[in-house]
């Protein structure tokens, strides 16, 4: 296993703001979700191996059959509570089957594909497991609808962010092959220690359709009807938007591109009176 936790993460795993027995809801679904990703990750299995765990997990989770894994096991007690988390967890498995064998995306369509699995599950349970004692908001499609969004954009700053890392050591490119092509790049180029000047036009195209993703994503976040739920995700959106930033000013093929403590601090600020 690879030691990390939300600590880790660009974006707060349920911070102080949330609800406390919500925060242990979704750091059970968290805990699930690195254990998944650290299989698809390990270096020492092949990808054979990674597809006979991962599916494993599925079809424990589609039973509901305990285990001697207690990653799996905490989320599936919680079933009967969260039925959706089922559902959810099962999502993110399809995300880290393709990690398992699939080392490029060829269009950026794909790569919505694989963050249609590998993020937007994780927005998802949080908006459910918010919602399951409250009167069904009409808003609900909507806001799913930023939620993705804000998921994907963030997943895909994390591909730039890790790029070099992800091409090294796992020999795993998430920038989509049509980038390349359009720059005239070898995937090569990513093992650099600075970015030739095709790969920072294609670092500021790749920002820029980010951020074309995140420009109404707040006006459906503000539908969200709990307070603590809906500072905690404009929270995320200005994390995203400040990463995004930050992408645009520094190489990530030179260093790994990061949020300072002040940089939080401006953000969680922001967040609690952006209204």
């Known amino acids: 296993m690879s030691g990390k936790t939300y600590s880790d993460e660009n974006f707060p795993v349920s911070s102080f703001i949330m609800k406390r027995d ?42 509901s059959e305990y285990t001697d894994l207690k990653a799996l096991n905490d989320l599936i007690y919680l079933f009967p509570k969260i039925p959706f988390g089922k559902k959810y967890s099962r999502h993110l498995l399809k995300a880290f089957l393709l990690d398992a064998h699939k080392k490029e995306y060829k269009d950026w369509d794909e790569l919505l594909y694989y963050c249609k699995y590998s993020a937007n599950p994780v927005g ?49 490119i998430y920038i989509p092959e049509s980038f390349f092509k359009k720059y005239g790049l070898n995937t090569k180029c990513l093992s650099s220690k600075e970015s ?24 459906g976040l503000k539908l969200i009807r709990l307070w603590r ?6 929270i995320i959106l ?8 930050l ?22 600020i922001k967040g609690i009176i952006w209204d």
């Open 124 to 172: 998802r349970f949080v908006i459910d497991a918010s919602h399951q004692n409250q009167r069904k908001n009409k808003n609900l499609k909507k806001i799913y609808r930023e939620s993705d969004k804000l998921c994907s954009a963030l997943q895909i700053i994390n591909h730039l962010q890790d790029c070099k890392d992800d091409y090294l050591n796992l020999k795993r």
């Open 22 to 63: 919500l925060g242990l809801l979704i750091k059970k679904f968290y805990f699930f979700a690195r254990t998944a990703d650290d299989v698809a990750d390990n270096e020492k299995l092949s990808s054979k191996e990674k597809k006979t765990i991962l599916n494993f997990f599925d079809r424990t989770l589609g039973n």
């Open 238 to 245: 200005n994390i995203a938007k400040r990463l995004c930033n």
């Open 196 to 219: 030739p000047k095709k790969f920072i036009k294609l670092k500021l195209e790749l920002v820029k359709k980010v951020e074309d993703m995140l420009i109404n994503t707040k006006q």
């Open 229 to 234: 739920l809906r500072k905690e995700t404009l």
């Open 247 to 268: 992408l645009k000013k520094y190489d990530p093929l030179e260093k790994k591109i990061k949020l300072s403590r002040i940089d939080l601090i401006f953000c969680f």
